[in-house]
């Protein structure tokens, strides 16, 4: 055995081994329960960073829990390889993404294998082979035969540096996700799927995901956006038009003054009078080159134009001028707003910037609101009044009075509304799948035979990253021939949304080389649904609602029989920055800061505490660096003792080095006590002395809290920090010697404890300790309930409730006894002694309070 820890050493001879032996590859059947634990893949456009090494360390410790405790573990590994990220660092780098993909898939391979992450790499996928967008492009033509499929023209966000459409979920604050350039408004024909037709499913499914956070439950549930209420018809003066509303307050129709209408709204032209024209056309101008989130933030100045046109309401009779409005959206209900000034902050401060009238239909209790006076809407409950037949309803009642009497009389009904729009899934991009649909002058848009797929993404083509997508210049790739009449033809040029791939990836890889289909449904039904699965949060309203939407739709088509894809979800927190780092170097080394100047460089060091870890900030640790200095295993223990997955990880020098020697004491603690403990016999608890027991019982304890740390609860820092409060433990524990056969029980333990955590170490120690088999052969450590009991207890005694002594009893002392022993103990007298003792309160097992007077 190596007298010192050499983890570099160590850990290449295990990761061969591995490599040799796959001892992680699995396959459906046998007597072992299943379990099905992924991570998010990810983008192959660069190198793996920190908070790589800490999601896949996650993932890692819970698959190697779970395989000694003896399930059939999928734990797949694979790269979302298209879209932006890989084509955007290739037209950094100069060179094609096809092999910025593949040479970065190279790398991290290889790192990810460094970190002995243990991962079945027999089932290992690239989106941007054809094998695998091939059924990608088969799901796309079953959607478009069943309408879930369709081209339209639509306003789309458009990134002007990356020359492609973004779906709503990828604007961030007016902005592109990816570039962080500010996104622009365009009409554009793109593709969509109708997810719109799975809202309520979408919806209603969220309350059957127990193991899914809440606050991911929340974001979903409002990104479905469900609304009860009405849809009404107001006509037109003078027209044969009528105007459609969404309303979730039927109740204030009668305080319906103007209407507001987007100004993307089709019925805008026909509304606008002659003398206004052109004042609505500076307007709609305007309008477009705002960000639509921006437009519909509260705070956002609210603007609009008259048309000229008014509408009637049908209530009432009253006519109510029609109005473009800014912060009206095309995109939610049907671009339409009944106003209400009175009722709706919205339309309050609209109504007082263009002088508008207002009516109060609504009095809450104890108050008589005056328009006149009014500073802000009211918008909370109350009675009706101006309401004709409906004064003195209690509003609650009225919404449905009012929506039956619109019934009624042909001019509204009962609706329900969602805030989530149809996928938007073509981009003007190359590195992607290409949509497998042909444009032909007479027979329009035809579907790609299926015996013709896949249609691949031409490698052999010039790429700049300039002017957009290169495949609608290549025009051997463009010009083809229609499937149905024969005639001289076009293929469609957009790209599928990268998200389009990562929505189905997890069911692929419970058959990846199944060649009749998308996937084999037994091998589906044997491995999903996905029993954990792990990635960021920031996926909430896009991933991971995009996944359950296709993982219904491959349903509906017959290919699966799932509903939901994951039944356990758990979101990591972030890696933040507390060094120091060099403008140029990133991160860096204390050793490496020379007067408050990166030794390399001489650049001034940059404080970037508590930053999230970035490439754009350059503050990015370098895992193969890490490595490199301290092993794999000091890289993982970090990560993963450092906080609690679910919170955001402070980095720090201090605590890297401060796991390094923990793992060198675990190693001196084996290496010590070899001679001791070899070929020891077995444990006969009824010989052992009270100090045996004292360690006996604190292995057994620690056996307990470790595993229910991590089953389920994934509270790793607590059951790292137990481990090594056992080895302290060890250590300390007087004549251990004296008891071999518990100090070697205690030593494997610490051993096998660690080992989901630190694998090479531990399966070096565990070889050292005279075992021939893998540590994963052993199984999982199982506590003893008769371990756990103490011949004595420790009862601490308080006087009026402050602690003032502590007293030993037996085990199996009674009540009077425990009060006794309390009474007789001598620094407690000193509290009693001349005072009348009232009462003795005896919590078993854990304290006694004296009440004196």
């Known amino acids: 055995m190596l007298e010192r820890y050499k983890p570099l050493e160590i850990e290449k001879k295990w990761q061969d081994q591995w490599l040799e032996n796959q001892p992680w590859k699995v396959s459906e059947g046998g007597n072992k329960p299943k379990y099905y634990l992924l991570e998010m893949f990810p983008y192959p456009s660069g190198r793996i960073h920190m ?24 734990h797949p590994m694979g790269w ?70 369709y081209k339209k023209s639509a306003a789309v966000n458009w990134c002007p540096q990356c020359e492609t459409v973004l779906a709503n979920e990828q ?20 593709w969509f799927f109708r997810i719109t037709s799975y809202a309520e499913e979408l919806l209603e499914c969220t309350e059957k995901l127990p193991g899914w956070p809440d606050s991911v439950l929340t974001m979903q549930r409002n990104w479905i956006g469900k609304s009860t209420g009405a849809e009404i018809e107001f006509a037109v003066e003078g027209q044969a038009e009528t105007v459609r509303v969404f309303t979730t307050r039927p109740d204030t129709l009668f305080g319906a003054t103007f209407m507001s209408l987007a100004s993307e709204h089709p ?57 473009l409005a800014n912060f009206v959206l095309m995109g939610y209900g049907t671009g339409a707003v009944m106003a209400v000034p009175t009722h709706d902050q919205r339309d309050f401060e609209f109504a007082r910037k263009y002088d508008l009238p207002m009516q109060v239909v609504i009095q809450p209790e104890g108050e008589a609101l005056n328009p006149a006076t009014m500073t802000e809407a009211w918008e909370g409950p109350g009675t009706m009044v101006n309401s004709g037949d409906f004064d003195g309803l209690a509003n609650n009642i009225g919404k449905e009075k009012i929506s039956e009497a619109l019934e009624t009389q042909g001019a509204g009904q009962n609706s329900v509304n969602y805030r989530i729009r149809d996928w938007l899934v073509s981009r003007q991009r190359y590195w992607g799948t290409p949509i497998p649909v042909i444009y032909c002058n007479d027979c329009g848009a035809v579907p790609v035979p299926e015996q013709d797929l896949p249609v691949k993404l031409p490698i052999d083509i010039e790429f700049t990253g300039e002017g957009g997508s290169p495949l609608a210049k290549l025009e051997s790739f463009v010009n083809t021939s229609c499937p149905q009449c024969g005639q ?87 890696v933040c920055m507390e060094t120091s780092s060099c403008p140029e170097h990133g991160w860096l080394y204390p050793e490496e800061i020379e007067n408050g100047r990166c030794s390399r460089c001489q650049a001034e060091v940059v404080s970037g505490r508590n930053e999230k870890m970035s490439k754009s900030k350059k503050n990015v640790i370098d895992p193969d660096g890490l490595i490199k200095r301290y092993g794999a295993d000091t890289a993982r223990l970090f990560t993963l003792f450092a906080a609690p997955p679910e919170k955001d990880l402070e980095w720090n020098d201090q605590g890297v080095e401060g796991c390094f020697r ?50 389920g609860s994934f509270h790793f820092n607590t059951a790292i920090a137990a481990v090594m409060e056992l080895v302290n433990g060890i250590s300390v524990a007087p004549d251990k010697e004296a008891a071999p056969e518990v100090l070697r029980e205690a030593i494997e333990s610490v051993v096998r404890l660690m080992a989901p955590f630190v694998p090479h170490i ?92």
């Open 662 to 711: 923990f793992l060198n004491r675990v190693w001196r603690l084996v290496y010590d006590n070899l001679a001791t403990i070899d070929e020891v016999a077995g444990i006969d608890a009824g010989k052992l002395t009270p100090a045996a027991k004292d360690l006996r019982r604190l292995v057994h304890r620690t056996i307990k809290k470790v595993t229910e740390d991590i089953d």
């Open 51 to 74: 908070g790589h090494v800490r999601n896949y360390s996650i993932g890692d410790v819970v698959a190697r829990f779970k395989r000694l405790q003896g399930y059939n573990v999928l």
């Open 762 to 853: 531990c399966e070096e120690l565990w070889q050292e300790l005279g075992y021939e088999d893998s540590l994963e052969e052993c199984g999982w450590p199982v506590w003893d309930e008769d371990a756990l009991l103490a011949d004595t207890l420790l009862i601490v005694v308080q006087v009026n409730g402050k602690v003032r002594g502590k007293v030993t009893v037996p085990a199996d002392a009674g009540k009077d006894a425990v009060e006794a022993a309390a009474l007789a103990d001598t620094n407690v007298i000193r509290f009693i002694e001349g005072k009348i003792v009232r009462k003795v309160i005896v919590v078993p097992g854990r304290l006694v309070n004296i009440v004196v007077g």
């Open 267 to 323: 019925l805008v032209e026909a509304l606008t009078v002659p003398d206004r024209s052109e004042e609505v056309a500076e307007f709609i101008k305007k309008v477009q080159n705002i960000d639509q989130a921006q437009r519909s933030t509260d705070d956002y100045e609210k603007e609009g134009v008259f048309t000229g046109s008014y509408c009637i309401n049908p209530m009432n009779g009253a006519k109510m001028p029609v109005y």
């Open 488 to 574: 001289p033809a076009r293929r469609e040029t957009d790209t599928f949304d990268t998200f389009v791939e990562s929505s189905w990836y997890f069911l692929r890889y419970a058959s990846p080389h199944c060649e009749t289909s998308p996937v084999d449904a037994a091998a589906v039904d044997y491995w999903l649904p996905a029993d954990q699965y792990i990635g960021g949060v920031e996926h909430a309203v896009m991933h991971l609602l995009y996944a359950r939407f296709w993982t219904k739709i491959l349903r509906d088509l017959e290919m699966i029989s799932l509903d939901e894809p994951f039944e356990n979800l758990l979101t990591q927190g972030m």
């Open 80 to 149: 979302d390889a298209c879209g932006m990220p890989a084509e955007n660092a290739a037209i950094q780098h100069g060179t094609h993404p096809a092999i910025w993909t593949k040479d970065n898939i190279a790398n991290m391979r290889t790192q990810l294998k460094r970190m002995g992450l243990s991962y079945d790499w027999s089932r290992e996928l690239a989106t941007c082979e054809p094998d695998y967008y091939r059924w990608e492009q088969l799901i796309f033509l079953k959607m478009f035969e069943k309408g879930l499929a």
């Open 171 to 190: 604007v961030e604050e007016e902005c592109c996700w990816r570039c962080e350039n500010k996104v622009e408004q365009k009409e554009l024909d793109q």
